[in-house]
């Protein structure tokens, strides 16, 4: 069964600060894809990136950056000079697609809050 | 217009009753999903439908029950509501288009159901 550990349940830094959320994942099939979510205070989730099993390559957008490694099973999220509308809970998710009717269905971690202060 | 929406988007009641929580989508995607999130435990997918005529057990399926009346619409039930499932409540869908397993979700606004 696969499963997604987010151990961080909570974090505040301070506006301009650089903050990392951490993801580790498991799962037994060779191909799957990560996933993060924003859920900001107004509820809804909101899609940040997609990542699939084999390509390693981090990601770069704007001030989010994603940090993918296989050997460790982790795939982290770190936010550059923080801002107080980064104030959100979290989400690390992982779908498996190694075939079967089980494809597709995403496999959240619990979420880390972030709080962001001015 | 949002894309997904849920009605209602809040709901109390108590103990007992019958409850239906309805999702509805513009996205033409054929695949629909209903989650339910609870502080500390993230989102767990109750019940998911690969198309009109397939719908599936999730990982929390006991208590609730689906029915997926068109493409674009899957309503969750809970056919005798208690107080642990209070929660908020989303649907999301996504689109095969993808390489499997791939698929962005959509999700709706939400559903925020207590259960007196």
């Known amino acids: 069964a696969q499963k997604v550990t987010q151990a961080q349940t909570e974090i505040s830094v301070v506006e301009k600060e650089d903050v990392t959320l951490d993801c580790v994942y498991e799962?037994?099939?060779?191909?799957?894809?990560l996933f993060w979510y924003k859920q900001p205070p107004s509820g809804e989730l909101v899609f940040l990136i997609r990542?699939?099993?084999?390509?390693?390559q981090n990601e770069i957008s704007g001030r989010y950056s994603w940090n993918f490694q296989k050997s460790t099973s982790s795939f982290n999220f770190t936010i550059t000079a923080s801002q107080v509308v980064d104030s959100a809970v979290y989400f690390c998710?992982?779908?498996?697609?190694?075939?079967?009717?089980?494809?597709?269905?995403?496999?959240f971690g619990q979420g880390t809050i972030l709080t962001v202060h001015p | 217009d949002a894309d997904v929406t849920q009605t209602p988007r809040n709901r109390i009641t108590k103990t007992g009753k019958r409850i239906m929580l309805e999702c509805s989508q513009t996205k033409g995607h054929d695949r629909m999903y209903w989650y339910r999130q609870d502080p500390g435990l993230g989102l767990r997918l109750i019940y998911y439908?690969?198309?009109?005529?397939?719908?599936n057990k999730g990982e929390i399926s006991d208590g609730y029950s689906v029915s997926r009346q068109a493409q674009a619409k899957f309503s969750l039930s809970l056919e005798s509501a208690i107080p642990n499932q209070t929660a908020l409540y989303f649907c999301?869908?996504?689109?095969?288009?993808?390489?499997?397993?791939?698929?962005?979700?959509?999700f709706g606004p939400g559903t925020r159901l207590t259960v007196l």
């Open positions: 998710a992982l779908s498996e697609a190694d075939g079967g009717t089980s494809y597709g269905k995403l496999t």
């Open positions: 990542r699939n099993s084999f390509d390693e």
């Open positions: 439908s690969f198309d009109v005529k397939d719908i």
């Open positions: 999301a869908t996504s689109d095969a288009f993808m390489a499997r397993g791939g698929d962005e979700q959509f």
């Open positions: 799962t037994r099939d060779t191909t799957y894809y």
